[in-house]
């Protein structure tokens, strides 16, 4: 199914960007985002229920901002009250730690511009980079990013990704809407919506282009990001929507292979999209025992209980990563 639909001459000559913002006690840092953010652009604050004053700190500083409080918890939840609230042809998802930097909008909506229907932020290509990026993050990411490229027949090369702009026309495709006001997270609603839409995107055949971006360290607080129990939703996200047959069912007619590394020998197993999550990409997974091309920091770097806390946090992944892809979660 295809949901491209005709771009005005008048969007295309001159769209109207609407950046949606999620916020969650970010007052310290909405200054610096906001102030990089043209004054043109529409600007859409969607909170998570601060107590440090977010929602007054936006509207003093862009009182033309659409400034509302999301109806559940989480950043997808958020991201959907945000593509519902703009209004714009464009529609940018930007971070509001201070990790994304506006000033990189542009090359977004050139993209879209030139002809893209998602132009899809991407640390890992030329001109891209990150501060933030931990080595389990990476590591998770490396991994998903592999999955989905086989069963999505894609090329992302940053899968986790959250900085993205699209045309208004692929919010049918993304399929997500801000529902009726609860305190219970639903499907979507974390932070792996950005597999989600990736995963959507994909399966909408619309036309995708990334976009290299660098991701700085957040400013100022902690992140709310949790490597772990988020990258195992990032994976539920997969097999769910894998499972619910988002994925098409005919084999490609070239059958594309993972890379995958293991004990410093690259291990390549053909995967189908008509095999099962058990099959293929689980023999892929148990054979690379869950390494990854990196250059881990050598244990004697390290304190012995700290490297005893990363080689059990690893291996808890490893088993759950499993556990998921064969259809037990």
Known sequence: ???????????????????????????????????????????????????????????????DAIVLTQT???????????????????????DADGSADPREIPRYVRALVEGADFAKGTRFAAGGGSDDITRIRRMGNWGLNAVVNVLYRTSYTDLCYGYNAFWRHCLPALDLAPGETSDEMRWGDGFEVETLINVRVAQANLRVVEVPSYEANRVHGVSNLNAVSDGLRVLRTIAAEKRRGRVATTAPASVPQVPVVASGAAVLVTVTLEDSMSAAVDEAFTAAAWTYPLVPQPSSERAPAEQNVIDLREAAVEREFVTVLRGNR
């Open 1 to 63: 199914m295809s949901y491209q639909l005709p771009i005005t001459d008048e969007a295309l000559a001159s769209p109207r960007v609407s950046v949606i913002i999620p916020t969650r006690n970010e007052a310290l840092n909405l200054p610096l985002v906001l102030e990089l953010i043209p004054a043109d652009y529409e600007v859409v604050v969607v909170d998570g229920h601060s107590t440090d004053g977010s929602l007054d700190v936006a509207k003093s500083l862009r009182p």
């Open 72 to 94: 559940r918890r989480g950043k997808g939840n958020a991201m959907a009250c945000g593509f519902a609230a703009a209004t714009g042809d464009i529609l940018v998802m930007l």
